[in-house]
């Protein structure tokens, strides 16, 4: 069973320190070196369990200062060698899970990496592999793709397909679970170059990933699935592929109120991005999104999700029939409201685009003046604003003075001075 108290290992270490663990951690700084030595491939096989054994619970329980210390015995190439096909599967579990917590220390990672770690742990994703040797491996390789620059090795080492091939949208167990999710965060810490997307996509990602979305995995899942689809989408012709495989339903089912805050903003922002394809627009708004990232603008959401909900309507605003759509759900007075001192300046500006966006429908920069949007976009204007706030506030008001009377009441406020909304 992996470790539930301990995140820093899905290893199957178990986090309570029992009397043993206890009475390991005066040996932990006196006899490392004593433990990496019995690694060595001249050791006894009962000898090299027990030194690995230890080591890698040393590892589950220690804090950084036991990790630097491990890693400076020399510990990372014979744990290296240990992930190799001459050993057990228990011993590449063992060696897996040791390097899994060392390599969350950034120079250690550098250090597992040179040592020649990736293409082992790559192949141990493969079916020849137990599941638990199968999850340990993908655990290690998150950890490690943490630092930018290996998580390129480890793309390059013939990852991706084998990663792909983990993400099951219907786990049996705990452990297969946490084997999809850890596989899925993988996947995504690579999807930051055009490259690697296309990579990803090509491997035949996007239907799994899709299927993550719905209520057979964990939140934690779901929201990562939602994420690494977002990266995805922003290459064009992929982000058709990720539609077409039926993200859109997927996606607005996580908008809901039975949805955590996390997991609201990644969906918000994923139809965001996929919404920038026309296509894709209709197929979103189609699939009901509109409603339920309205009703996101409200008090009860978090920032974040009003910030990626206002910024999903601004997309799907630039549709005439979204626009009236989206002002008929209700969203005119939210997003005024959202301009305000209360905001943050990138959701104020959010906000005023979407507004702006509305505003070239006659009937909507009515609603948008009787809201009282124009002393609050008058304030966007001020020099206490970013420029692209106060570009995006000058954008609506330019569009809501294509009307005469509002453009009359820009003038004067404006004029006037407009005291702090």
């Given at each position: 069973m992996p470790c539930q108290a301990c995140k820093r290992c899905a290893s199957g270490l178990k986090r309570a320190r029992t009397a043993r663990q206890l009475a390991m951690l005066p040996l932990a700084r006196r006899d490392v070196r004593k433990l990496v030595r019995k690694l060595g491939a001249n050791a006894p096989p009962s000898q090299q369990r027990a030194a690995l054994q230890d080591i890698a619970q040393l590892c589950c329980n220690g804090g950084d200062v036991s990790l630097v210390a491990i890693a400076a015995?020399?510990?990372?190439p014979p744990l290296v060698q240990l992930l190799g096909p001459a050993s057990t599967a228990d011993v590449q579990r063992l060696a897996g899970a040791a390097l899994g917590i060392l390599a969350?220390?950034?120079?250690?990672?550098?250090?597992i990496t040179a040592a020649g770690a990736i293409p082992p742990l790559v192949q141990l994703l493969g079916p020849a592999s137990t599941s638990l040797v199968q999850m340990t491996a993908v655990t290690t390789?998150?950890?490690l793709a943490l630092v930018a620059e290996i998580a390129t090795t480890i793309a390059a080492a013939g990852a991706i397909p084998p990663l792909v091939q983990l993400l099951r949208s219907e786990c049996d167990d705990h452990l297969q679970a946490?084997?999809?999710h850890n596989a899925a965060t993988t996947l995504g810490l690579f999807a930051?170059?055009?490259?690697?997307?296309?990579a990803i996509a090509a491997a035949g990602a996007i239907p799994?990933?899709?299927?993550?979305?719905g209520p057979g995995s964990t939140s934690d899942t779901q929201s990562t699935a939602a994420e690494v689809l977002m990266r995805l989408a922003e290459v064009s012709a992929t982000a058709s592929d990720i539609v077409a495989a039926g993200a859109g339903p997927a996606l607005v089912q996580l908008l809901g109120p039975g949805s955590t805050a996390v997991m609201q903003a990644k969906a918000a922002g994923a139809l965001a991005i996929l919404a920038k394809n026309h296509a894709n627009m209709a197929t979103i708004a189609a699939a009901g999104a509109i409603p339920p990232l309205v009703q996101l603008l409200g008090p009860a959401s978090t920032d974040e999700v009003h910030h990626k909900a206002a910024g999903a309507l601004l997309i799907l605003a630039s549709s005439k029939a979204n626009a009236v759509t989206i002002a008929a759900a209700g969203a005119i007075p939210p997003l005024v409201h959202l301009m305000g001192p209360g905001s943050h300046g990138n959701l104020q500006g959010t906000a005023a685009g979407a507004l702006g966006i509305l505003a070239y429908n006659a009937d909507?920069?009515?609603?948008?003046?009787a809201a009282g949007?124009?002393?609050r976009l008058v304030q966007l204007l001020g020099p206490g604003f970013s420029a692209y706030v106060q570009g995006v506030a000058g954008a609506a008001l330019g569009a809501l003075s294509e009307n005469a009377e509002i453009r009359a009441t820009i003038a004067a406020a404006r004029g006037l001075g407009v005291a702090p909304c």
């Open positions: 015995a020399g510990a990372v969350m220390i950034d120079d250690i990672a550098a250090s390789l998150m950890n946490v084997t999809t930051w170059s055009t490259d690697t997307k296309a799994p990933l899709v299927q993550l979305l909507n920069a009515v609603a948008i003046a949007a124009i002393p």
